[in-house]
């Protein structure tokens, strides 16, 4: 998104008429991008689906100052308005649609390479929505074995909500036709979209590089979300999708024990608090909510304190 606002603000300086940048988003672009904007002081303005982000999750783009325009829509729909608006009005368009955003993501390959010393891991499984996180990753290592940096790419696995899985659908049909879908609702609220505009890209990076596209239901990703963060991880309920898809590989034997794999976090769990709660409360409709945690309520008595830690400790106790 830097790389993106840099070249707006210089086309600003050399008098180009752009009036402000635009993005249809369902959280997480607009918080970004609206940072930035603010930052280089240009207007920024939202599309986002109304009534399926809650004030929470709305926050970071209403206090960056940003143009929210909240519409009666999806994300699929908010992304056709932008696609017409940005035709008639000087607005540049920030989805990831726009190459300077796929060529900046990049990095996040080269970072993966780095981080592991330059040895190319086995696996890396990348969320997908609107597919230019997964176009981005592919180019990117690519873009290093082109440089002699590395000898191989690792096989990439896209792994989408069940909920929003166009994708999946897609390759489980062999590639044979693609067709949007409907998006349902899906806790891995920002990978809502049932048209990807990267479609064509994404499916290009998967084939050159032996991938696969899996799926996570909704119990799925909220159990491994709840599971990971037992171990400290607080994440976000979209590296549930991820998670779920290297369960699910490890299980079937496509992942192995001992290949290196590396799971893209995407965004924060603190962003989603809500869901956590819900988890936790076992309160979340047909959800067997299998790791939820939730806290015991006890009398401020000495015995009652006691009765229920004794029963606690006992189920902790090692078995010899
Ligand atoms: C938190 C989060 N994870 C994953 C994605 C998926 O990336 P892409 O839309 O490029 O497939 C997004 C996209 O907005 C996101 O916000």
Not at 37 to 63: D, G, H, T
Not at 204 to 227: P, R, S, T
Request: glycine share 6%.
């Amino acid at each position: 998104m830097t790389v993106l606002v840099i070249q707006v603000n210089s086309l600003r300086k050399k008098n180009k008429p752009v009036v402000g940048v635009g993005c249809a988003s369902t959280r997480d672009t607009s918080a970004a991008l609206s940072a930035y904007c603010a930052s280089a002081n240009i207007p920024s303005i939202m599309f986002l689906p109304a009534n399926k982000i809650s004030m929470a999750q709305l926050v970071q783009p209403i206090a960056n100052g940003a143009f929210v325009l909240s519409i009666d829509t999806d994300f699929d729909g908010c992304m056709q308005l932008i696609w017409e608006v940005t035709a008639e009005l000087p607005i540049y368009l920030a989805n990831s649609l726009n190459s300077l955003r796929l060529e900046a993501q990049k990095t996040a390959a080269i970072e993966i390479l780095q981080q592991f010393d330059w040895e190319v891991p086995d696996w890396v499984i990348v969320l997908g929505g609107n597919l230019g996180n997964i176009y981005a990753f592919y180019k990117g290592f690519h873009m290093c074995k082109e440089l002699g940096l590395v000898d191989r790419i690792p096989r990439l696995v896209c792994a989408q909500a069940a909920n929003a899985n166009p994708l999946y659908l897609y390759y489980k049909a062999g590639w044979k036709e693609f067709k949007p879908v409907k998006a349902n609702t899906t806790f891995a609220s920002a990978i809502q979209i049932g048209d990807p505009v990267s479609i064509d890209r994404a499916v290009y990076a998967l084939k050159n590089c032996d991938g696969i596209v899996e799926e996570a239901m909704e119990e799925e990703l909220m159990d491994a979300m709840a599971q990971a963060d037992s171990t400290r991880m607080f994440i976000c309920p979209h590296t549930g999708v991820a998670l779920t898809a290297l369960m699910k590989l490890r299980k079937s034997g496509v992942n192995g024990a001992n290949d290196r794999t590396v799971v893209v976090s995407t965004a924060h769990g603190l962003k989603f608090t809500q869901s956590k709660i819900d988890y936790h409360s076992n309160d979340i409709k047909d959800m067997a909510c299998r790791f939820a945690n939730p806290p015991v309520s006890v009398s401020a008595d000495f015995g009652s304190v006691m009765d229920v830690l004794k029963k606690y400790l006992l189920s902790k106790a090692p078995k010899y």
